[in-house]
Every structure is written in structure tokens, then in C-alpha cells.
């Protein structure tokens, strides 16, 4: 079985700019969750979407938004870049989305803004 | 604010020694509780989680942790630590008024030496 895979592995931007990262889950899996990645705040949950809907979303300003498509692979977009933005952006999906559930990871898309 | 706080950053053990990594949180109702292991060049994975029932809980590769709810603690412990275990450890919790959204601490590298 594939694990959760994203695209792209690596991605260097401007301050400005806007970027898409993408996930696609494990077959199956209907819940996939984004968290943001950085040596200094360490891993940072940024939302969760559930059958195309987003239902969990963290403290994040609204220049960070996903969606979902019917086949359950997410889109994660971050628009007028910034240099905080640089960090390694996780995917982990998991079949219910069930706060019990275990989450799988991805290996991530380490994003640079220069 | 509430948060997950691990102990040490940094622990360097001698292979065949204990470890035992640190794990505390400040939500005061109900919590889920895991810890993810991210091992060189891999992608986070669960080592082993807490929902309910005994205290005590057994993962992965010889790891288990203990729920001790007065101290708000969920700490971490291998008697015998070999060389694979180097990797970087996460606490991770989830509230129940949070849904399935993971709450992680710094993470702790741990290097073991041959």
C-alpha cells in the first residue's frame, strides 16, 4: 500500500509570491491534515479537511487556505509569501479523521522564501 | 497557554542504557495522548498512544510510556537503548474539545552511541 505522498519535495520562492503544495492519502483515507514544520515553533497543526470539507483549522492567517477533492488528495495554497513562511509543511492523513485514529505522515514539501 | 512541554532538546545515550524522555501538557480535561518518532531520513511515525484503560501503554520496538494524570505527564521510557533508536522523539496531545487536531512538543533528538 502507497504511502502518503507529496508534491512537490522541495520548492524556492520570493516574498510575494503565492505557492500550492499537494498531498495524496492513502487509499482510503478520508481525512487529511496539514501541520507546519520549523526549528523554532516545531510542528504547528494548520487545518484538517474531511470529505472536501475543511473541519479543524489552527491559528494561522488566512494568506494559508486548502482544499479537498473528491478522490480525498488536498491541496495546501500560501499566497503573498513571506520569509517566516520557510519551513518543512507536513501531510498526515488517517481513515476517519477520528481523534483516536493514528495519523500517517508524508515526507513533506520543505518550502524556502527568499 | 496550553502547550506540550518535552524536557531535554538533546540526549545522548551509550547503547544498553535507560532512557526515559520527559512529556508534559496543560490541558485540564480530556486528552489523547501519542508520541511520534522521526528516525534519520523518514518520516514521522507513531510509536505508541493513549486513549484510556491502563495507564501504562507498550508501543514499537521495545518503547512504552506512562499516563500519570495528576502530573499532566506522559513520559517516554526504553530500558535498553541500541544505535537505531537515534532519531528525534515528539509528544504529542489531543484534547478532546480540539477534535483530531495534534498538539506536539519541541521533540527531543536522541543520539545513541555504539
Known amino acids: 500500500k502507497a504511502g502518503v505522498t507529496q508534491t512537490p519535495r522541495y520548492l524556492i520562492k520570493t516574498r510575494g509570491q503565492q505557492v500550492t503544495l499537494s498531498c495524496s492519502p492513502i487509499?482510503?483515507?478520508?481525512?487529511v491534515s496539514w501541520y507546519q514544520q520549523t526549528p523554532g515553533q516545531g510542528l504547528q497543526f494548520l487545518f484538517e479537511?474531511?470529505?472536501?470539507?475543511?473541519?479543524n483549522k489552527g491559528n494561522f492567517p488566512g494568506r494559508f487556505s486548502g482544499r479537498q477533492f473528491s478522490n480525498s488528495r488536498s491541496e495546501m495554497n500560501v499566497s503573498t509569501l513571506e520569509l517566516g513562511d520557510s519551513a518543512l509543511y507536513l501531510c498526515?492523513?488517517?481513515?476517519?479523521?477520528?481523534?483516536?485514529?493514528?495519523?500517517?505522515f508524508g515526507s513533506g514539501t520543505q518550502l524556502s522564501v527568499l | 497557554a496550553q502547550s506540550v512541554s518535552q524536557h531535554n532538546h538533546h540526549v545522548i545515550l551509550s547503547e544498553a542504557a535507560s532512557l526515559e524522555l520527559g512529556c508534559n501538557y496543560s490541558?485540564?480535561?480530556?486528552?489523547?495522548l501519542f508520541w511520534y518518532v522521526q528516525y534519520p531520513g523518514q518520516h514521522l511515525q507513531l510509536l505508541l498512544k493513549?486513549?484510556?484503560?491502563?495507564?501504562l501503554v507498550k508501543g514499537i520496538k521495545g518503547f512504552e510510556a506512562e499516563f500519570i494524570k495528576s502530573k499532566f505527564s506522559f513520559n517516554l521510557r526504553k530500558p535498553s537503548v541500541q544505535w537505531s533508536d537515534t532519531a528525534e522523539y515528539f509528544c504529542?496531545?489531543?484534547?478532546?474539545?480540539?477534535?483530531?487536531?495534534?498538539?506536539f512538543g519541541a521533540g527531543t533528538i536522541l543520539r545513541v552511541k555504539s
Open positions: 498526515a492523513s488517517s481513515l476517519g479523521g477520528d481523534r483516536n485514529e493514528k495519523l500517517f
Open positions: 487509499s482510503g483515507h478520508r481525512s
Open positions: 479537511y474531511f470529505s472536501e470539507t475543511q473541519r
Open positions: 490541558y485540564g480535561g480530556t486528552v489523547n
Open positions: 493513549y486513549f484510556s484503560g491502563d495507564p
Open positions: 504529542a496531545v489531543s484534547p478532546m474539545e480540539y477534535g483530531n487536531k495534534l498538539v
